[in-house]
């Protein structure tokens, strides 16, 4: 479905007459004085010098499913079925909910939910390296150089993720951190670990929590929220009590300059210090219990989202934001059979067969799942829900049957919090390999996700030298909110 939307006539400072309606009737759309407040409060640009649109701060959660290897544009969002068949491939497309919205053959759950989806067609970074390409993908800033595989973290590619700066700005809600990654870092051959996955140089206050984990397991449990089976709740106390000692020994050693030693400790010993009794914290309450309680999902719910790592970790992420986590990452990463020629989305070899029998069946499952879920909870409206990989597939199917790296466009998709559904933005060009219009860039995406959860693309934090930097240099894309 194609729409094309007027802006109707401004007046002279840019604003249309009906913005300036918009902005006298905040009520009309759930936003009052508190929440302007608070956006004036984030950002050094106010809500009345930038376009109000209802979509802001719709959501009160975010859940980003990131494909690992790059799933390709061709068998998913943007089939070319008038294509050569070295470019279309032997997979058809199929009609979804969405009239003029044609996908993949293997997405026939998804296909009937696109009616709450915008699907980005021409997203692009021109970066064909996996952790290159992620990090611009995972925090909206581009890594220098671009191309570079195997790129590690740390200077000058140090931007926050999206998760940090999320965790950053909403903060921690009850005895849970803010944002939440799993089951497992995101990396290369070699256990390689990409960069732009932590909060980087805004500080570690801020990292989104890692919990390497299969909630899939019979025996699931999270090592830092559970006790540990050799530690009875006596040992925890005594465990505490010995760090409270040793704490106040840091305290009271006095230094040559006549401060404690613990005051000039580098920032990294009050950090540990903080994320120690945090984790304390986390083992006294049930609320954090009761979130990774799989075992109180019914036994169709569980096998609706699947019986496979992925499947149970989307399902956990909903159980998370329903507990007040802000923002949870979902990586799709290798699997145990997974071999280094064509890992997890990365189908350099056997397109087809790695689709159909490991990939995608278990990805429309889960995402189907999700929205359905969310939707029959009432949650869909406040929570967003991200699909990105950090590139797309070539247009040429290779001699090895497979797809190659390929960031001059690809396909992402965004539904729920303030996303409008049933849209198509952006198009490729008949081969699915460079965009004809509608392209957006990763800035543009999380710009999208800040202003959903009610954060201007303006609002700064600070580095380490205290120099404010805003949050995103993309603009939210309006045609899907």
């Not at 009309?28 to 106010?46: C, E, H, K, N, Y």
């Not at 992620?134 to 973290?153: D, F, I």
């Not at 802000?326 to 350099?348: C, F």
């Not at 999208?448 to 240099?473: M, N, Q, W």
Request: aromatic letters at 6%; hydrophobic letters at 35%.
């Amino acid at each position: 479905m194609l729409t094309f939307q007027s802006r109707g006539p401004t007046l002279c400072d840019g604003l249309s007459r009906r913005e300036w309606l918009r902005i006298g009737g905040l009520s009309a759309f759930g936003i009052g004085l508190p929440q302007l407040q608070q956006a004036r409060a984030a950002s050094d640009t106010s809500l009345l010098s930038q376009k109000l649109l209802p979509s802001f701060g719709k959501a009160k959660s975010c859940i980003v499913l990131f494909l690992l290897g790059g799933p390709p544009q061709h068998e998913t969002w943007d089939p070319k079925p008038d294509a050569p068949l070295e470019i279309r491939g032997d997979l058809k497309p199929i009609a979804s909910a969405t009239p003029g919205l044609q996908v993949g053959e293997l997405m026939p759950l998804t296909s009937k939910l696109t009616n709450h989806i915008a699907v980005l067609r021409a997203t692009a970074t021109d970066d064909n390296a996996h952790s290159s390409s992620g990090y611009w993908m995972l925090t909206g800033y581009p890594h220098s150089p671009k191309n570079q595989e195997n790129a590690l973290p740390g200077a000058p590619n140090d931007w926050p993720s999206m998760a940090a700066v999320v965790r950053h700005l909403k903060g921690d809600q009850g005895s849970l951190p803010g944002s939440i990654r799993l089951p497992e870092e995101i990396w290369n051959t070699g256990k390689i670990l990409w960069p732009g996955q932590n909060a980087g140089w805004l500080g570690n206050h801020a990292d989104p929590w890692l919990l390497t984990c299969d909630p899939s397991q019979v025996d699931f449990r999270v090592p830092d929220i559970a006790l540990p089976v050799d530690v009875s709740p006596e040992r925890l106390l005594h465990r505490r009590a010995l760090m409270k000692s040793i704490n106040r020994q840091l305290d009271s050693a006095p230094s040559h300059s006549g401060q404690t030693k613990f005051a000039q400790a580098p920032t990294a010993v009050h950090r540990w210090n903080g994320w120690q009794q945090k984790a304390i914290d986390l083992l006294k309450t049930t609320e954090a219990q009761r979130a990774f309680a799989l075992e109180q999902e019914t036994t169709k719910t569980r096998e609706r989202y699947g019986h496979n790592r992925f499947g149970q970790s989307v399902l956990l992420a909903r159980r998370l934001v329903e507990s007040g986590v802000s923002l949870v990452q979902v990586n799709w990463t290798r699997g145990g059979a997974d071999e280094d020629i064509a890992p997890a989305w990365d189908t350099h070899a056997k397109n087809t067969d790695r689709l159909k029998n490991h990939l995608m069946p278990p990805m429309d499952q889960a995402y189907s799942a999700l929205l359905e879920d969310l939707a029959d909870r009432g949650m869909l409206d406040e929570t967003l829900v991200v699909w990105i990989g950090e590139f797309g597939r070539s247009p040429k199917i290779n001699p090895s049957g497979g797809r190659d790296h390929w960031g001059h466009v690809f396909s992402s998709a965004l539904a729920g919090g303030g996303v409008q559904g049933g849209v198509v933005h952006g198009s490729s060009d008949r081969m699915g390999g460079f965009p004809l219009e509608g392209r957006v860039e990763p800035q543009d995406i999380t710009a999208t996700v800040y202003h959903c959860l009610g954060f201007s693309p303006s609002t700064e934090i600070h580095d380490r030298s205290g120099r404010p930097l805003a949050i995103s240099k993309g603009q939210p894309i309006e045609a899907i909110l």
